[in-house]
């Protein structure tokens, strides 16, 4: 085994040690001499390994995204082969995601971390995204040109998003007789139905 190899194993664990401690409590309380301690090495190894604490944290957003997109792409294989029907399913794994993983959610999602701060989020925010645009383009009427549908997968992402969002705060009001759930594949089911009333591309349109 090479040094090389041994560094791309301490790295491994120094995430995983991070993703474990992000099930209990939110990035801002991550402390990394505790993670390197779980770890067994010195409190400087992951600023040695990977530069600074906003690096490490986008390398643990990305690591727990990545997992996240493939447990997706589980979800729609056993999905039916009718595209809303995928596009309901990819919202039920985008929700479990939220659920049972909210801070490596919000940190991957939130101002803590950009994109472009390491390679394992980019690469990893790129195929969740390839994922949601082509289902929501499964969706859409023949001809919808491209523009069209990215604009419409990221009103998708931010409908979900956001009212998932309002109801962990407790903000939607408490008359609304629907649980976000519903709400969530109410608002999916309109935008399909409206994607196709409207057509393709509404630039087209007389």
Not at 48 to 71: D, I, K, P, Y
Not at 75 to 90: K, Y
Request: proline share 5%; glycine share 6%.
């Amino acid at each position: 085994m090479t040094a090389s190899d041994d560094e791309d194993r301490l790295e491994s664990k120094l995430l995983r040690a991070a993703l474990q401690r992000l099930a209990n409590i939110p990035a801002e309380q991550l402390s990394l001499r505790r993670v390197a301690h779980d770890v067994g090495v010195s409190h400087q190894a992951p600023y040695v390994h990977f530069g600074s604490r906003r690096r490490f944290l986008a390398a643990v957003a990305g690591t727990g995204m990545a997992q996240a997109t493939e447990q997706a792409r589980a979800v729609l294989a056993a999905a039916t082969d009718r595209p809303p029907d995928r596009l309901h399913a990819l919202a039920e794994a985008y929700l479990a995601f939220i659920r049972e993983q909210p801070h490596l959610h919000d940190l991957a999602n939130g101002p803590t971390v950009a994109k472009a701060d390491h390679p394992l989020l980019q690469q990893a925010a790129i195929e969740y995204w390839g994922l949601l645009h082509d289902t929501v383009a499964a969706c859409q009427p023949h001809r919808t040109a491209e523009a069209e549908i990215l604009r419409r997968a990221a009103v998708t992402w931010s409908t979900v998003y956001g009212i998932s969002r309002l109801s962990a705060f407790g903000q939607i009001p408490a008359s609304v007789p629907a649980t976000a759930d519903e709400l969530i594949h109410g608002a999916i089911d309109q935008l399909i139905a409206g994607w196709h009333h409207g057509g393709g591309d509404p630039s087209q349109d007389s």
